[in-house]
């Protein structure tokens, strides 16, 4: 098949997004199939490289529209890109990231046209919902400001996608949180697919020695007990929450992986409560250098208050056989099943995220069970051969 993704934003534009990584897994693996990987995206921000992995396709960039937000110059310059690339090399079938291939889909021609497939990794409505309860948890003039804009992303989408939902032939929400949200945007559940997002399984393993590699190299104890959280230090993602909690939690460890707006005020509260020789911040981290710094703890964590359709951060942890503590949010519960490969919590609730990581901390084989019964799941549920195959078979089903 010739697939042609539309994305507003991909890897080459420096944002490390989980759907930015979803796709560059996805289309380098389809490539490596036989398939051929157009991408229609934005212009590139100066200073990046023009290159992403699609295989032997090169991107195709529009000069002149902003990768920063959805435009209507994006979308009047997107659904051209598509007709003048039918001309010469017909695609098969349009993957849309999210709601990239709308200028496409609405366009007067559509019908004549090719397949629309939409993988959606989240709604404006789940975005709502987890920025209120991030709100409500820490309120903040910003906060109400960050709300407002996502309550008016909630009044506007059913507005702009309403009338071109059934011009999409199949939609793939990668959680059944999101597939049960697209009915507010008139999406019959039928015409959804759940496919859950991949990793590389491979990569993401147990790992002795670099267990005790990046132990070494942050100075903590070879056998303490060791929590982990990845991702964008902000507010929303309840960083703040697990310090909180593994300050009640002796002798518990905890390794910060991640940069952002949030990270002063974070070690702010990690001194404020004694915690500087317990809690280390890693800073970015490259992403080669994730596998490692997972197989060096023993517990993961994801305290988000956000509405987390399906994190990548969470599946790898589970691959690398950490049993994983996270906030009951989103699609979460698709991933994690409490009591048997990890736990979940309300989100924002220190209390109950503290007697849940005291547990685990002091019971090691407890751990080693949850952990094998996390990597089992990701082997058999989450790994990349199984979210390409079905993938794939979406798209070939379209095409016939």
């Given amino acids: 098949m010739h697939i042609l993704l539309m994305s507003r934003v991909v890897l080459a534009h420096g944002v490390k997004g989980g759907m930015e990584r979803h796709a560059a897994i996805l289309t ?78 609405r366009s007067p021609v559509r019908d004549r046209g090719i397949p629309v497939v939409s993988v959606m990794h989240g709604t404006a409505l789940g975005e709502l919902r987890g920025n209120l309860r991030a709100w409500r948890h820490a309120p903040s003039a910003r906060g109400v400001a960050v709300v407002g804009l996502a309550l008016k992303r909630r009044l506007c989408e059913p507005l702009v996608w309403g009338p071109t939902a059934t011009r999409v032939c199949r939609w793939i929400a990668v959680s059944d949180q999101v ?22 399984t491979a990569r993401f393993r147990p790992d002795l020695e670099a267990r005790a590699e990046i132990r070494a190299e942050l100075g903590i104890d070879p056998a303490g007990p060791v929590a982990v959280v990845a991702g964008r230090l902000t507010r929303q993602k309840g960083v703040d929450v697990a310090i909180r909690a593994v300050a009640r939690v002796p002798g518990l460890h905890l390794v910060v992986a991640g940069d952002g707006g949030a990270r002063a005020e974070l070690e702010r509260r990690v001194q404020l409560l004694g915690l500087a020789g317990r809690v280390r911040f ?48 989103g699609g979460v519960p698709t991933a994690v099943r409490p009591g ?12 109950a995220l503290a007697r849940v990581l005291g547990e685990l901390a002091d019971n090691p084989s407890r751990r080693a069970e949850l952990g094998a019964n996390a990597r089992k799941r990701a082997l058999a549920c989450f790994d990349t051969k199984r979210m390409v195959d079905a993938t794939e078979a979406v798209f070939e089903r379209e095409v016939r």
């Fill in 340 to 351: 048997v490969d990890g736990a979940l919590v309300p989100p924002g609730d220190v209390d």
């Fill in 28 to 105: 380098e693996a389809l490539a490596s199939r036989g398939h051929r990987v157009s991408v229609v995206t934005t212009a590139l921000p100066a200073g990046h490289s023009d290159q992403t992995a699609t295989g032997s396709e090169p991107t195709l960039y529009l000069a002149g529209t902003t990768w920063r937000r959805y435009s209507r110059s994006w979308w009047q310059a997107s659904a051209t890109a598509v007709h003048r690339l039918s001309a010469a090399d017909r695609p098969d079938v349009i993957w849309s990231q999210s709601i990239a291939g709308l200028g496409y889909a």
């Fill in 179 to 200: 597939a049960e949200d697209l009915a507010y945007l008139g999406v019959e559940r039928e015409r959804v697919s759940v496919v859950p997002n991949g990793i590389d």
């Fill in 282 to 329: 890693g800073g970015p981290v490259a992403y080669q250098r994730v596998p490692s710094l997972l197989a060096a703890a023993d517990i993961g964590l994801m305290p988000s208050l956000l509405e987390e359709a399906f994190p990548l951060s969470l599946i790898e942890a589970m691959a690398t056989g950490l049993p994983v503590v996270a906030s009951r949010v």
